[in-house]
């Protein structure tokens, strides 16, 4: 008996399974080779990126085959968590709708400004930001070029 690709998992599958041993993806007769003894290969190289914009599948069970729902495997489970984080991750904002100076910039612009300050030039950081930063660092430039130098000994 020649095996099937899941097309969800893109793995090798018995043609009879209902559900993907491996992912869990229900198997519908559109799946399943017209034939399956004739020995047609295709080449896979991994599943690929989903378009969000496309509802996903709906497989409808009849009255009469009512069987229980494909068991959850760690494979299904591992990347709807990946999902779920994904949709949680909403970036902070200050009241102003600027992304906030982290303390690292904060602490590292004040020290070196020379090299820290133009992080402020990312996207998100407020005229205002960049206005504090670069006035520290022209400040100390200025600070060091009005500085006397003593005379040559």
Known sequence: MALIECYECKRSISPEAKTCIHCGAPMTGAQ???KANSVASTISFGSLPRNKAVAEAFVAESASTA???PKVTPAAA???RRQQAEQAVAPELNADGSRPVEGWLKVMAFL???IFVWFLLRRGHSLKQRLFGF????LLILC???TPTPPPA
């Open 32 to 34: 399943v080779p017209a």
């Open 112 to 114: 070196m400004p020379m």
């Open 78 to 80: 591992g990347r709807r």
């Open 135 to 138: 006035g520290w660092l022209a």
């Open 67 to 69: 069987a229980p729902a």
């Open 144 to 146: 060091v070029a009005i």
